[in-house]
């Protein structure tokens, strides 16, 4: 009924379509905050899944894997089962980088969404209520930054945590920085760029892009 109603259009895509979709809009981003990086991973954590993109000037390689924030979160009821499960996820992805043949050491580390964002925020002052993604985007987060939002939400009440991440996040956002580090280790990476642009605002340009053409 609403579809008729609003006379808006949904078509379902794939995990593929997702990646590209993203990674139109994180490259724009990296235009716009004029950081110079031909060759990343870029890391997108979701819900139900985390894609990781390894993106070169000419081509890029995708992989979904079938692990998020909540799957986890509802999977993983104690930290050693948490540790455990990441363990595994940690041989997953290294065979799908190694399968590439690549030195990761020419590629820099991108991550969106909501997870990443959130330690920027919290790094850089903000919290739920006085978030700014223009402030956000571009901000390098390191291994401290996420050792540091563990402790904060280690000695925390839900009160505090809920006015940094907002309401219905509480329960998720630690397992989502445990992903977070995770890749860090199998990147064997110090430091990654940070940005708030993602899948949306990929269907915008991607729309944008088609629209010129015609």
Do not use: H, W
């Amino acid at each position: 009924f609403f579809l008729l109603k609003t006379g808006a259009k949904f078509s379902i895509i794939d995990a593929n379509e997702e990646a590209r979709l993203t990674l139109l809009a994180v490259k724009y981003a990296l235009k716009r905050e004029k950081i110079n990086s031909e060759n990343f991973v870029l890391l997108d954590i979701g819900g139900g899944s985390t894609e990781i993109v390894v993106n070169t000037a000419q081509n890029y390689e995708a992989k979904s894997f079938d692990f998020g924030i909540v799957t986890m979160t509802q999977k993983s009821i104690k930290k050693e089962d948490l540790e455990k499960d990441l363990d595994d996820r940690k041989i997953q992805i290294k065979e799908f980088l190694n399968s590439l043949k690549i030195d990761l050491k020419d590629y820099s580390f991108v991550a969106t969404a909501g997870t990443p964002t959130t330690i920027a925020a919290i790094k850089l002052g903000q919290d739920f209520f006085s978030y700014d993604r223009n402030i956000v985007n571009g901000t390098i987060v390191n291994l401290e930054d996420i050792e540091n939002c563990l402790d904060i939400f280690k000695n925390s009440s839900n009160e505090d945590i809920t006015k940094l991440v907002g309401r219905g996040r509480v329960e998720f956002i630690e397992v989502g920085i445990f992903i977070y580090k995770m890749i860090f280790e199998v990147l064997e990476k110090n430091e990654s760029i940070v940005l708030d642009d993602g899948l949306r605002e990929g269907v915008a340009i991607n729309y944008c892009l088609a629209k010129c053409k015609d």
